[in-house]
């Protein structure tokens, strides 16, 4: 676990030493298992592990571990002219939780909107209380849009406006389940996920700009993702 991940997880580690303290005033012996149960728990959902990742410009990564559970086109206030290609992954429990920039850039702008907390999993979970990023790279913006899940309702931005981000560099984290978008214009890039696929944060490519490979994936690249999610 790094020390932003430790810091963020401190209030969940604190709970769970209150929870012992409290059975032990009432008399509940539980000689210590509520507060190593707790512990083990926190370690394991803000666990950050360190990854190697060496990244091809030319194709949009992943922001975070987990399902593909949309991949569509919508307007975008920050994308335009046009529509957006947006790619939606739904981070689990026991999916790490940290989020990562999916391309080389700058942060050029962040927002914070309000909305519910539903289950991340669900299709109107785009409309959940959220934090929004627009990444300027070299082949033009990206927007990550962090949405917080029904649990812990929490998103913890580690990235501000100017920072130089690298590919597969920390964004943040998002406490006990979410949902990460990744947007960007839709006449720049074609998916190369397909809903129901697993991916990893800075390391499983989401898209491909299309100046890098004319007329972008092929049917068949496409049908072969299709089946391999199915399975």
Known sequence: MSRRALREARRYLLGGLLLELALGLLGLRSRGLALVASTAATLFLFRDPAREIDPDEAEVYAAA????????????????????????????????HVTRSPVRGAVTATEDLTGPFRPAFLPRAEENA????????????????????????RI??????????????????????????????EDAADACVVPGERVRAGQTPIARYRDAVPGGPSDEAVHDRETEAAR
Request: zero cysteines.
């Open 65 to 96: 571990d987990g399902t593909i559970v949309r991949v569509d086109r919508v307007d975008d206030p920050w994308i335009h002219p046009g529509a957006a290609l947006r790619v939606s992954t739904f981070l689990s429990l026991h999916n790490v």
């Open 130 to 153: 959220r934090r929004r990023l627009a990444i300027d790279g070299p082949r033009g913006r990206v927007v990550v849009v962090q949405a917080a899940g029904l649990v812990a309702r």
């Open 156 to 185: 913890s931005l580690w990235a501000a406006v100017a920072d130089e981000l690298a590919a597969g560099q920390r964004l943040g984290l998002i406490h006990l389940g979410s949902r990460t978008d990744v947007l960007l214009p």
